[in-house]
């Protein structure tokens, strides 16, 4: 396990396949508030069944393209014309956006932000559906000891969060987060479970991984969802000479959030 060395950048780069919900948007009237044009279209992390049949629930994103200026990119256009059903693998950065509606109630959001869009065609059996991100996060919580599943596999596990920059008024958002998490095949201490038991409040690290989403019912009888990021490997990040907030890029911001 080695520390990051390339120009000392947190990583966000995730590739997800996606079912798409909700047709793209129109671009006659979708421009930034500083003038870029944009669109967005709207999907479920596509696992190659019907969702109803899923022992996981789906994930849903909204993804979205910006030009750098007020011509309609090549990429921009794609996602303007992607439509109900169609099947994608996008790949760009994951955002996370969390806001009150008008009438008062929470609401949030995954995002990713495309640096490209391909068809997925499920019927070839050389394509596999992807839900995999490689994430720089900071730890909220010691890793702590490492336990055992109710099967005697062990287990790594710690609570993170992933920063997601600022908005137009220049105030930090909500950030992300989630758990991290890595399971043997056995009670063998591996050694990426022996990184994830060490790693204390406030240290910061790159995961590669699968993200999931896992839904239960509290005791008064609330719907509520956690994120975990199923991790293959992990590395330490150091920030170097890098500046740690200024160093997450923001895409720009749009015109008001949803109701």
Do not use: C
Request: glycine share 10%; aromatic share 10%.
């Amino acid at each position: 396990m080695t520390t990051n060395s390339k120009s000392n950048r947190p990583f966000n780069f995730v590739v997800f396949t996606l079912g798409i919900v909700r047709d793209g948007g129109e671009l006659s009237d979708t421009l930034t508030g500083t003038g870029r044009a944009f669109a967005t279209a709207r999907g479920y992390n596509y696992t190659g069944k019907r969702k109803e049949e899923q022992t996981k629930p789906s994930m849903f994103f909204d993804v979205k393209a910006f030009s750098f200026d007020d011509t309609v990119s090549k990429l921009v256009q794609q996602v303007a014309d992607l439509s109900k059903g169609d099947k994608v693998t996008v790949k760009g950065r994951l955002g996370f956006r969390k806001w009150v509606s008008q009438s008062g109630v929470e609401k949030e959001k995954l995002e990713i932000i495309a640096s490209s869009v391909e068809a997925f065609d499920p019927k070839d059996a050389n394509n596999r559906p992807s839900s995999f991100v490689m994430l720089t996060l900071k730890a909220i919580k010691d890793g702590g000891a490492v336990d055992f599943t109710q099967n005697g596999r062990a287990r790594g596990k710690v609570s993170a969060m992933l920063s997601t920059g600022k908005d137009a008024s220049g105030n930090y958002r909500e950030p992300l987060w989630l758990d991290v998490v890595n399971v043997a095949q056995d009670d063998q201490i591996t050694p990426i479970i022996d990184v994830i038991g060490q790693l204390q409040k406030g240290d910061y690290f790159t995961v590669k991984g699968h993200l999931s989403m896992d839904e239960w019912t509290d005791k008064d009888g609330n719907k509520r969802h956690s994120y975990s990021v199923w991790a293959n490997s992990i590395e330490p990040f150091s920030w170097g000479d890098a500046d740690e907030q200024g160093a997450i890029e923001d895409e720009p911001e749009l015109e008001g959030e949803p109701a």
